[in-house]
């Protein structure tokens, strides 16, 4: 069971759009449609954005969208925000009622 | 609100066994839609998957720790409890508890996280 992989870290100005990345395998990312992503802000505990790869929950803001194609997942940030500044982290199911966390994505708004 | 809350030793000798207790409140730990984990983080480090319990009882828990991982419920208290054997330094991390929806397979409530240091 191996980490899924993510970019350690992206940066954006504010207004921009940007896109974190997830790529997992044909046994992870690529099988399920069960990948979800978090925010964690330094110090705190992670908030889900995103589940099913796609949908976003009641009260995140419609300025985050994911995706998936093939073994990639991804998040994307539209309008960026100081505030967005964090670690963002993607999670999959892998089978066997076991799941994997990427390795986090920190996020820096220039 | 669902609120979970870890409670737990914060230092712990290495090669004893690290306890911890998530308490559920707002919520019944008995629902069928829901497992209940703990995922950790090492310091500095990105979050790791540890286990996953249901109601019932079946646990499930990442394969690279082994026979070292326990993870029990008690539903008439509405906690459930993780306990890691042989503990090393590797094991110094902050150790959330949180509800994982089963349908979407996501993690909808975390609790706050509990910092567990392994040192001597």
């Known amino acids: ?110 | 609100q669902l609120q979970l809350q870890e409670s737990g030793p914060g230092l712990v000798k290495p090669s004893e066994t690290l306890s911890l207790t998530c308490t559920v409140s707002g919520g019944s730990i008995s629902s069928t839609n829901y497992y209940w984990g703990w995922i950790r983080q090492p310091p500095g480090k990105g979050l790791e998957w540890t286990g996953i319990i249901y109601y019932s009882g079946s646990s499930y828990h990442n394969p690279s720790l082994k026979s070292r991982v326990t993870i029990s419920v008690d539903t008439s208290k509405n906690q459930f409890s993780l306990r890691l054997s042989s503990v090393t330094a590797a094991d110094t991390a902050v150790y959330y508890c949180a509800r994982l929806v089963r349908s979407g397979s996501y993690y909808d409530y975390w609790g706050q996280g509990t910092l567990v240091t392994v040192s001597s």
Request: glycine share 12%; with cysteine; aromatic share 10%.
């Open chain 1, 1 to 110: 069971q191996s980490a899924l992989t993510q970019p350690a870290s992206v940066s954006g100005s504010p207004g921009q759009s940007i896109t974190l990345s997830c790529t997992g395998t044909s046994s992870d990312v690529g099988s399920y449609n069960l990948v979800s992503w978090y925010q964690q802000h330094p110090g705190k505990a992670p908030k889900f954005m995103i589940y099913e790869g796609s949908k976003r929950p009641s009260g995140v803001s419609n300025r985050f969208s994911g995706s998936k194609s093939g073994n990639t997942a991804s998040l994307t940030i539209s309008g960026l925000q100081a505030e967005d500044e964090a670690d963002y982290y993607c999670c999959s199911f892998v089978g066997s009622n076991t799941w994997v966390f990427g390795g986090g994505t920190k996020l820096t708004v220039l």
